[in-house]
């Protein structure tokens, strides 16, 4: 069966969720014993990414190479494709697709892979459209806040940064609506406050959630931090980036007004916003978070690739 992961409103069963979990989890275990199942030998995946990645692309190809598969890809496809010629995305994927079993694509435009996967013969994964979605990420997120925390519900989560043009974040807000009782602050300058539509998605859902500007008022009650970037290349004014950038920085001082029990993540890259100093605090797991983004994406790649999967419409 061919499927998609295009958004993360693909992934709100809750069954669905905790069977793509354990088996990040069995996956996990059998690379610790030396035992991963060459479940995806033979495939062949295709990397094409227009934008810089060093967690997604790396973890993705590792993911396939462990799984007995193998990997072409392009790091750079805007200059190293013959998109530098002018083809057009869609007859790049059409030929991609006729060399490999699944395409992961990363991309500069929200939509491309929507747009991709309608005139490919194979799966595409969107690895990040541009301000739009960044699926996969948001999936490694709630297995970190299951895994950190110990549970996908009854929790109280602060995201921090670009809420505008975060992608990670606009999957998570999706994704956490399969989550129950769970109350979300949303930290921004009031230039970078999350897009309407994904405040009316929260409201469809009847999730609570509140705005502030104010970092250092949500640190003591709540249970995740999710840290995000200001992230330069999204800005078309480089004097709002220059005035925005060092909006919230979690270093020693706002670390003390955290909550003890809570978890700092980040999808990372990170620039100046969680200081060096808070790396060594137990509370620190956005490297975790990072590993964990190998086992999902094998546990997805082998989903793919048994076809189980169900596509729904978004
Ligand atoms: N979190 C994330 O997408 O990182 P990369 O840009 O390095 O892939």
């Known amino acids: 069966m061919l499927e998609h992961i295009l ?4 992934f709100l069963d809750r069954n669905a969720l ?3 979990f354990k088996r990040a989890e069995k996956l996990e275990s059998a690379d610790k014993r030396g035992r991963i199942p060459k479940l995806l030998k033979d495939k062949i995946l295709s990397c094409v990414f227009y934008e810089p990645s060093t967690r997604t692309r790396f973890s993705f190809e590792s993911a396939l190479l462990k799984l007995g598969g193998q990997v072409i890809s392009t790091e750079s496809a805007g200059h190293f494709s013959s998109a530098i010629k002018g083809e057009t995305l869609e007859d790049s994927i059409r030929i991609i697709s006729g060399y ?10 929200a939509g491309a892979a929507e747009r991709a996967a309608k005139v490919s013969s194979v799966p595409v994964i969107n690895a990040g459209d541009g301000s739009g979605e960044h699926p996969t990420q948001a999936l490694l997120d709630l297995y970190t806040i299951k895994k950190e925390i110990g549970r996908v519900d009854n929790f109280k989560i602060a995201m921090a940064g670009d809420l505008l043009c975060g992608r990670t974040v ?8 399969a989550s129950r009782n769970v109350e979300i602050r949303l930290v921004s300058p009031r230039e970078l406050r999350l897009p309407e539509k994904y405040k009316s998605f929260l409201k469809s859902r009847e999730m609570k959630f509140f705005e502030s500007d104010r970092l250092e008022e949500v640190l003591p009650k709540i249970d995740v ?13 480089a004097r709002l980036y220059e005035r ?3 909006s919230f920085v979690l270093d020693g001082k706002m670390l003390a007004k955290l909550n003890k029990h809570a978890v700092i993540m980040h999808p990372l890259p990170r620039v100046n916003e969680i200081s060096r100093v808070v790396d060594s605090d137990k509370r620190a797991a956005y490297f975790r978070q990072a590993k964990n983004g190998l086992y999902i994406r094998m546990a997805l790649l082998s989903f793919l690739a048994d076809g189980l999967l169900s596509r729904r419409k978004i």
């Open 100 to 109: 490999s079993d699944i395409i992961v694509l990363r991309h500069y435009e």
């Open 7 to 10: 958004s993360t409103r693909q």
């Open 244 to 246: 925005v950038k060092n």
């Open 18 to 20: 905790a069977g793509i």
């Open 225 to 237: 931090l999710y840290m995000t970037r200001i992230q330069k290349e999204r800005f078309s004014s």
């Open 170 to 177: 606009h999957s998570l807000i999706y994704l956490l609506s």
